[in-house]
């Protein structure tokens, strides 16, 4: 089956930078579409940002416009850079990659394969 592999999380002081890696194998971006969700318990799960890996479009969330880019690596990896760090960006980050569809719907439902997240925190 596919799995996704997260990386590069860490702890980075308000302004700062990280850059998320995905990992995909066993059939990568089956779906047409890789990204990012990010969730903690008391916060409903957000959609970040979103890579059609057949044509390059990217979407992003608003709250992460203009600060946050991705990128896709070759036909099995996704990063998404993270700029200019803010508190509330504090969450687990999680790679998807849809079952059938590319990135035009961007709705949990769409995302079969999850990876198992990774926590970025930010700091004063």
């Known amino acids: 089956r596919v799995r996704l592999f997260e990386s590069g999380g860490g702890s980075v002081q308000a302004g700062g930078s990280l850059r998320l890696s995905c990992e995909v194998s066993?059939?990568?971006?089956?779906?047409?579409?890789i990204g990012w969700f990010r969730q903690v318990p008391e916060k409903e799960r957000e959609g970040v940002a979103f890579?059609?890996?057949?044509?390059?479009?990217t979407y992003f969330s608003d709250s992460v416009k203009g600060r946050f880019t991705v990128s896709q690596g070759g036909a099995n990896a996704a990063y998404l850079q993270m700029n200019s760090l803010k508190f509330e960006d504090t969450d687990k980050y999680y790679c998807?990659?849809?079952?059938?569809?590319?990135?035009?719907?961007?709705?949990?439902?769409?995302?079969?394969?999850w990876g198992q997240g990774t926590q970025v925190t930010v700091t004063g």
């Open positions: 998807v990659v849809a079952t059938y569809s590319t990135c035009y719907i961007r709705d949990t439902a769409a995302f079969s394969f």
């Open positions: 890579i059609d890996t057949d044509g390059g479009a």
């Open positions: 066993g059939n990568p971006y089956s779906g047409n579409c």
